[in-house]
């Protein structure tokens, strides 16, 4: 069965102080991973894409990584702005389509 | 383009009236998904068509619940009777579907919907 797991389900850190969020993975022919953000009262915006063991994407202070059972998004020097709640979903074909599963976030509180 | 769009944005209703949820997902994208979103399950999938044509709707929970796309830019997602146990935030998304890449999907801002 397909399964997305992340961790911390909750995560404080202090302005400047690095941290990493975790999402392992179990599905069938993976069609890649994705990272989004949500803010409060907003839909989850799309980060990142990876496709393949080994593939690293950066968007300022945030990079994300994959291996073949989990991705971690990897937030160095964080700021306050960079609360939200960090949601990991893979895809995979169905029916000649995708389906995307997501986990149920880890939501990140930076402090001043 | 203006992204996903949904509406309305806030719903209140009794228990056992019907609500209807609509969606006009990006132009150029096939698929197009609903989810539920409460803070104990996370974000689930209720439906999800392509090519306006229901793929799976194994996650829509009871037969209250039911889901159209009559065309490309157009769906809804109807509740018959809504229960309290309904009031959850509506998330709509659409993505293009197939391809090796842009396989990403985009949401809408939900609709946040409470049955009293």
């Known amino acids: 069965e397909d399964q997305v797991t992340q961790s911390p389900e909750a995560l404080r850190l202090q302005e400047g102080e690095s941290s990493s969020l975790n999402c392992s993975y179990t599905v069938s022919g993976l069609r890649g991973l994705f990272w989004y953000r949500q803010d409060p009262g907003k839909g989850p915006e799309f980060l990142f894409t990876?496709?393949?063991a080994g593939e690293e994407k950066e968007k300022e202070r945030l990079k994300a990584t994959l291996t073949k059972k989990e991705s971690f998004l990897h937030i160095t020097a964080p700021k306050p702005e960079d609360s939200a709640t960090y949601l990991c979903?893979?895809?995979?074909?169905?029916?000649?389509?995708?389906?995307?599963?997501f986990g149920t976030g880890t939501r990140l509180k930076v402090l001043a | 383009d203006a992204g996903v769009i949904q509406s309305p944005r806030h719903e209140v209703t009794e228990m056992g009236q019907e609500v209807t949820l609509r969606c006009k997902p990006i132009s150029g994208h096939n698929s197009l998904f609903w989810y539920r979103q409460t803070m104990m399950r996370g974000l689930e999938l209720l439906i999800y068509?392509?090519?306006?044509?229901?793929?799976?709707d194994s996650g829509m929970p009871e037969d209250r619940f039911s889901a159209k796309m009559p065309n490309a830019s157009f769906s809804t997602l109807k509740i018959q009777p809504s229960e309290p146990r309904d009031s959850a935030v509506y998330f709509c998304a659409s993505s293009l579907g197939w391809g090796r890449e842009n396989t990403e999907a985009f949401f809408g801002q939900g609709t946040r919907l409470t049955v009293v």
């Open positions: 990876l496709y393949s």
């Open positions: 068509f392509n090519n306006n044509v229901p793929i799976d």
């Open positions: 979903a893979v895809a995979r074909i169905t029916s000649g389509t995708y389906k995307y599963i």
